[in-house]
């Protein structure tokens, strides 16, 4: 590794112990004799299994659940349905005042997405826990899905989620959330060139090699301890503490090493089941994601549509940016007004435009509920701004690298929210990354600087 | 019902086991009937294996092969007298699976999976299963009823030169992904022209399907980029591709006669 | 559910254990004889989390029944060196920023075991194709292939 000190060199001390030295990873001892302990590297005598019946439709009512022949199957300890769950709402952003109470922890009356939690089997072996689930009826009335953002906002689309009344979230600033600055109306009207295309992306899942779950065990003292491997441990505890109408202090949250997050375990899914089949039934539960649960089931990324209009000037400069973000919540709302909130706050990217209008909407489809991963809202439109950014500087035969030194934001520069910038480092970014790979810019770029914009 | 293991020394007595028991499926290297079991399928509760060392036997004579059904992709890898379609089973799997994954499974794996049987299709391969010879296309036909309950004990085929054997498996990850598709060729040329084709598709349908128009079209013709561009406009004929996450049968069908056309013009 | 007795060596120790009929050798590894070094990614044979070394063999624990490995020999990584000390790939890796999350990494060993057990000498394309059934969502897997590589060589200086 080679740490190029030129930049920057008067804003840093260079007498640090630390920081800038190769130390070995406290972890990797563990990890390469494998004595790293993960949640599961443990067992339990009289261990419950638990396993989910799902709904196999993307929508539908469901009518009916029969439970007869799968209480009556050996090895069955207790199933579970929405009316064990003491409070069956889930809802992971309630504690930062965001989350609408659109999800139940078990289904009741709807499944909006294929793979909709609806009964928990509890049972001494996974086997027998899979043979029961195969006895379970479900009686359904399967309803037309919706499954695109284009299809859920038409006009006569079917309601995705009754709790919204229409396809998408309303936020206090209404069916969007709102950037405006300047005008782009006339940024447009006195623009050299507009550039308008529109960019989507596929769900992405972030497919860690250990999948989400936990282990629970109840406790003589009337204490839950719960192993898990979520990367949220307090929205677990909180959340729990919510859905099971429990004191938290009941709740002992054992985390640690996770294999492998990048934001997908931070939904709050397996523990309050699993935590609640261990009190009905006095017994430590397991309950892990098999791997097609983990890819079909754990939220992914979720799938947007951008459309990004440009005007742009000859010499380079973009006078104007407008953008329309649908963020594909799927079927529940979980992190995603968050995210669609993100990705308003997140355009017009890294650049500095006199005239800004974002509208960003999180819509609803009949599809798995999408949630957190490494930058949601953001990574997309990234994007899709950077693929933009090229088409741009191709339409007024501009180099891409040097189109981007001339939008570049400067410190003191006014972002479309109104917040100054501070700290910006893109200028240099580029400088470096013109010099790593051999991709030469004009003098004048190699001259700019992020604190200060030349005279 | 719980699940168990029933082993038997010899393959009659494992195939009256398996008659005997309706809920019970034959064991072979496990890639995937233990995947199932793993994965909740409820639908059996027994395995039935053979350890019958006849099952991984290889017999080479006279420019023909006889390889035990229960061999598994590595052991075809290190026979050198199989090194000419080794290839195919190099393209199944990691080294793992190679190691596990038997022959007689092959036959049996659904799509995208089945890379080597698409390679024994091409060879016109002839099956022993229960003590008669079943031509592989037959096989391929009947395995999900007439053979779905059969042992595989081995199968047969003429052991093509390395000129005449070729094997393409696509996929987007390498050195190791799962089939976009696969193509085997076993051609016979003579005084620059093909005399025979035999091309066997992977992933262009449920299981592994010859190309018959392709190789009525490939007859006669030089293997040049004109000689076969009769045959490449045939090439998606009669195939009904998968759609699984790695790729729609749309993209499937656009990339099959572009592979094919490489394949066919590989020095 | 009927139980069998199982016989193999783990590591070098014996091990006699009764298992339900029709486990995995991974779930008797590691709910019966506790050897949690062997990991469950994926139960399906995709993700090699769960490589183990049978008869010399690189082989799937989840895919593999444990009555099929009576009197095998089995190795896994938790038994590749002595408490306190390390295999070579063991220090290759934690020196070379191999490990992230650290899931992967055991099953990512005994997959680079198996290679340098039958080839001391391997090129980057052995290295690629050897780890090829062991999925890493963390590194990218240039540090595991460096590694390997460097293992490789300090082994051969060992010899020599």
Known sequence: MELRKQYFSDERKDDLKEIGQPRPRSDSLGHVTGTTAFFADRTFPGLLHLKMVRSPHHHARIRGIDLSEAEKHPGVARILTAKDVPHNVYTILTLIQVGPEDETVLATDKVRWKGEAIVAILADSERAAHEAAAKVKVDYEVLDPVLSIDDALKPDAPI???????????????????????????????????????????????????????????????????????????????????????????????????????????????????????????????????????????????????????????????????????????????????????????????????????????????????????????????????????????????????????????????????????????????????????????????????????? | MGLSLQTFPSTEQAKAALEANRASRYLGGGTLLVRSANEGEVSFSTFVRSTDPALTSIEISAGSARLGASLTMSAIIGARALAVVSPAARAVGGPAIRNMATIGGNLYAPAPYGDFTVALLALDATLEIDGNDIPIGAFLAGRDDTYARSIVRAVRFAIPSSDQFRFLKVSRVKPKGVSVLSICAVLEEQDGLITSARIAYGCMADRPMRAAEVEAALAGKPRSQQGIADALALATKGTAPITDAIASAWYRSEVLPVHLGRLLLTA | MARVPVQFTLNGEEKAEFVESGVTLLKALRDKIGDMSVKGGCQQGTCGSCSVIIDGELRLSCLTLAESCNGAAIETTGGLAEPGALHPLQHAFADGFATQCGFCTPGMIMAAKALLDRNPSPSREDVVEAISGNICRCTGYEPIIQAILDASRANSLSVA
Request: charged share 20%.
């Open chain 1, 160 to 455: 995705v989620n009754e709790y919204h009344g229409q396809n998408f979230y309303r936020y206090d600033s209404g069916a969007c959330r709102k950037v405006r600055f300047g005008d782009v109306e006339a940024g447009f009207a006195g623009a050299d060139h507009i550039l308008e295309q529109t960019y989507s992306s596929a769900p992405i899942e972030h497919a860690p090699t250990e999948t989400t779950g936990c282990i629970v065990v109840p406790e003589g003292s009337g204490r839950f301890t719960c192993y898990t491997n979520t990367q949220a441990m307090f929205f677990t505890l909180d959340n729990t503490s919510i859905i099971l109408q429990m004191d938290g202090a009941k709740l002992h949250m054992v985390g640690g090493t996770v294999g492998g997050g990048f934001g997908g375990k931070v939904d709050v899914i397996v523990e309050p089941i699993a935590i609640l089949g261990a009190k009905l039934t006095g017994r430590p539960v397991s309950f892990i994601y098999s791997r097609h649960e983990e890819m079909q089931i754990s939220s992914p990324r979720a799938a947007e549509k951008l459309v990004i209009k440009d005007g742009v000037m000859n010499d380079g400069r973009i006078v104007a940016r407008y953008v329309k973000a649908y963020i594909d919540a799927g079927a529940y709302s979980r992190h995603s007004p968050y995210g669609a909130q993100k990705s308003a706050a997140h355009f017009p990217g890294p650049y500095t435009i006199p005239n800004v209008s974002v509208d960003s909407y999180c819509v609803y489809t009949n599809r798995t509920p999408s949630s957190a991963m490494r930058g949601f809202g953001v990574t997309i439109g990234d994007f899709a701004l950077e693929v933009q950014m090229d088409k741009l500087a191709r339409l007024i035969a501009m180099d891409p690298l040097e189109f981007r030194f001339v939008n570049a934001y400067r410190d003191g520069d006014i972002k479309a929210h109104r917040q100054p910038t501070e700290g910006a480092a893109l200028i240099e970014c580029m400088q470096e990354a013109s010099r790593a790979a051999n991709w030469p810019v004009a003098d004048q770029y190699l001259k700019m600087s992020s604190a200060k914009r030349e005279a």
